[in-house]
T-cell receptor
Framework: AQSVTQLGSHVSVSEGALVLLRCNYS??????LFWYVQYPNQGLQLLLKYTTGATLVKGINGFEAEFKKSETSFHLTKPSAHMSDAAEYFC?????????????FGTGTRLQVTL | GAVVSQHPSRVICKSGTSVKIECRSL??????MFWYRQFPKQSLMLMAT?????????EQGVEKDKFLINHASLTLSTLTVTSAHPEDSSFYICSARDSQGPGLEQYFGPGTRLTVT
């Protein structure tokens, strides 16, 4: 069984400020972890993913996330927010074993960027 | 990068009619596709997993007779909402898994907004 918890359904930051979106997961087997971004009325775009290897992963648009097994966390960060970062962000987990394994999504965090 | 398309992007239909939504993987083969439903300001809920050449696997609580899924080729899956009602109005998103990629990457379509009047 697996689940994802995203703390904070809504986060507001000023342009240029640090972005931190929190994600904690639970998984009975080693997980694959993902962050997706969704703009209004659009599908999901993959920002970054962790499968194996380096625990700090870098993604598109300056985002990065660190897999911390001891904390069962995969928080998303960006040093300096841009207005174009305003969107909905979803953390997701999938078991690393089994080709039929499915993604489980968190409830999402809406990021607002203000001037 | 891999692209998944959905058609139509928006559809309005009358209550009692059926609507078909197409999901295509444009530059890769997908033996497995997924159909999700998303209500406003909520997360994606998996409805069913579609496997090429076989019956779809539906999640608990999803009516298989209402949401018909066909995955007849490695690049096309369709979702038909039969006898649609206003409560079926939602944003439907498909996703296709690259069956030949190293990480079994999953790519998402742009979504279809269904409104039942």
């Amino acid at each position: 069984a697996q689940s994802v918890t995203q703390l904070g359904s809504h986060v507001s930051v000023s342009e240029g400020a640090l972005v931190l979106l929190r994600c904690n997961y639970s998984s009975s087997v080693p997980p694959y972890l993902f962050w997706y971004v969704q703009y209004p009325n659009q599908g999901l775009q993959l920002l970054l993913k962790y499968t194996t290897g380096a625990t700090l992963v870098k993604g598109i648009n300056g985002f990065e996330a660190e897999f911390k097994k001891s904390e069962t966390s995969f928080h998303l960060t960006k040093p300096s927010a841009h207005m174009s970062d305003a969107a909905e962000y979803f953390c997701a987990v999938r078991p690393s074993t089994g080709t039929a394994s499915k993604l489980t999504f968190g409830t999402g965090t809406r990021l607002q960027v203000t001037l | 990068g891999a692209v998944v398309s959905q058609h139509p992007s928006r559809v309005i239909c009358k209550s009692g009619t059926s609507v078909k939504i197409e999901c295509r993987s444009l530059d890769f083969q997908a033996t497995t596709m997924f159909w999700y439903r998303q209500f406003p300001k909520q997360s994606l809920m998996l409805m069913a997993t579609s496997n090429e050449g076989s019956k779809a696997t539906y999640e608990q609580g999803v009516e298989k007779d209402k949401f018909l899924i066909n995955h007849a080729s490695l690049t096309l899956s369709t979702l038909t909402v039969t006898s649609a009602h206003p409560e079926d109005s939602s944003f439907y998103i498909c996703s296709a898994r690259d069956s030949q990629g190293p990480g079994l990457e999953q790519y998402f379509g742009p979504g279809t907004r269904l409104t039942v009047t």
